[in-house]
T-cell receptor
Framework: DAKTTQPPSMDCAEGRAANLPCNHS???????VYWYRQIHSQGPQYIIH???NNETNEMASLIITEDRKSSTLILPHATLRDTAVYYC?????????????FGQGTRLTINP | DAEITQSPRHKITETGRQVTLACHQT?????MFWYRQDLGHGLRLIHY???????NKGEVSDGYSVSRSNTEDLPLTLESAASSQTSVYFC?????????FGPGTRLLVL
C-alpha cells in the first residue's frame, strides 16, 4: 500500500470549512484513498473514500487531484465535535487486501 | 441495531498471565481485525481474519493469537502477557471497503 504524508496538526475556527491535505505521490492505479478519524479515546470512524472522482457524503467531501498524487478532505462547516485525529489511508481493494495501514494522521483542533 | 462490542473495556493483569480480549459483531461481517494503539505509533495491525477458520498475522503479531470459530467473534489472546503489551486494543469488522471499529480495550500489564 502507498504511503501518505499529512501535516501533524491543524487548527480551524468553528463554522468554517476545514481542509485537510494528504500527499500520496506513490499511489497506484488500483488504490483508493480513504479517510478515517479518531475522536479522543474512541475507535476510528470511517468518513469517506474515493478512487479518482470527487466524492461527497453527509460528513465530508473528498477532492482528489487529477494526477491522484494528493487529496483534500473538506469538512464544510466544522463544529467542536469535529476535533479529532484524521487519517488518510491509501489501499488496494484487491480481494484479500482489506487491511488498513494507519499513519500518524493530522490532529485537527476546532476552536470556538 | 447491529454493532461491534469489545470486552472488557479495561483490564489490569500481571506479567506472564494469559489474557483474552473479546470482540463480537452482529453485522455478520466476514472480515475482522485486531489493532493496537500506542503513543507515537498510531494503530498497528495484530491479526486479521477473512472468515471462519481463517486467521492471518499482521505486522505486530508476536505474543498474540486469534481463533475464528464463528462469524461473530474474534477473540485475541495474549499467551503470556508482557509489559510491552500495555496498550489500547481495537477490534474492527468489514464486509466491503469500510471498517467499523469497536470502542477499544485498555490493557495494563504490570
Amino acid at each position: 500500500d502507498a504511503k501518505t504524508t499529512q501535516p501533524p496538526s491543524m487548527d480551524c475556527a468553528e463554522g468554517r470549512a476545514a481542509n485537510l491535505p494528504c500527499n500520496h505521490s506513490t499511489i497506484s492505479g488500483n488504490e483508493y484513498v480513504y479517510w478515517y478519524r479518531q475522536i479522543h479515546s474512541q475507535g476510528p470512524q470511517y468518513i469517506i473514500h474515493g478512487l479518482k472522482n470527487n466524492e461527497t457524503n453527509e460528513m465530508a467531501s473528498l477532492i482528489i487531484t487529477e494526477d491522484r498524487k494528493s487529496s483534500t478532505l473538506i469538512l464544510p462547516h466544522a463544529t467542536l465535535r469535529d476535533t479529532a485525529v484524521y487519517y488518510c489511508i491509501v489501499r488496494s481493494q484487491i480481494q484479500g487486501a482489506q487491511k488498513l495501514v494507519f499513519g500518524q494522521g493530522t490532529r485537527l483542533t476546532i476552536n470556538p | 441495531d447491529a454493532e461491534i462490542t469489545q470486552s472488557p473495556r479495561h483490564k489490569i493483569t500481571e506479567t506472564g498471565r494469559q489474557v483474552t480480549l473479546a470482540c463480537h459483531q452482529t453485522w455478520n461481517h466476514n472480515n475482522m481485525f485486531w489493532y493496537r494503539q500506542d503513543l507515537g505509533h498510531g494503530l498497528r495491525l495484530i491479526h486479521y481474519s477473512y472468515g471462519v477458520q481463517d486467521t492471518n498475522k499482521g505486522e505486530v503479531s508476536d505474543g498474540y493469537s486469534v481463533s475464528r470459530s464463528n462469524t461473530e467473534d474474534l477473540p485475541l489472546t495474549l499467551e503470556s502477557a508482557a509489559s510491552s503489551q500495555t496498550s489500547v486494543y481495537f477490534c474492527a469488522s468489514s464486509r466491503g471497503e469500510t471498517q467499523y471499529f469497536g470502542p477499544g480495550t485498555r490493557l495494563l500489564v504490570l
